[in-house]
């Protein structure tokens, strides 16, 4: 069943992505993100998407997401975003992927409890993990540790 979910969101992962550029840049609290081209914006949303059923997967405080997520942090931190823009857009983007679950229906019947449970733990851990690299990928390019 998680598979199921994990498929669901790589299936829906264009129309997902661009959802997800209009909340970001739309929300008072992400304002930096409108700085951002549109398409870079989608592309980058659209990634995170087509890759996020092999991150739920694997371990997150390894490999891919470390390296992704404090990447990120430098990145917008150059660009001029400010910490609470980031950790804003990460909560709003983990708060769409559980919404886009709950909305398709994959947990309906009763049965499909523990998989959503499971999900949902693979998912805050994912989330915990790329708030705290970004945030450390933030204050490295500050020259803090």
């Known amino acids: 069943m998680l598979e199921k979910m994990i498929e669901m969101i790589e299936k829906n992962s264009e129309s997902m992505a661009e959802d997800l550029k209009e909340k970001l840049l739309s929300d ?5 993100f409108q700085t951002l081209d549109d398409k870079v914006l989608y ?16 371990d997150p405080e390894m490999g891919d997401v470390k390296s992704y ?30 919404d886009a679950v709950l909305e398709k229906g994959i947990m309906d019947a009763p049965v499909e409890l523990n998989s959503g449970i499971d999900f949902i733990t693979y998912l805050n851990r994912f989330f915990d993990f790329a ?15």
């Open 69 to 98: 997520y404090t990447e990120i942090g430098k990145r917008r931190r150059m660009e001029g975003f400010s910490i609470t823009e980031l950790v804003r857009s990460l909560i709003l983007t983990k708060k769409h992927v559980w």
């Open 43 to 58: 592309e980058d949303i659209h990634a995170f998407y087509s890759r996020l059923g092999y991150w739920l997967l694997r």
């Open 131 to 145: 708030i705290y690299y970004t945030t450390l990928g933030y204050y490295k390019s500050l020259g803090v540790s």
């Open 28 to 32: 008072p609290d992400t304002k930096s």
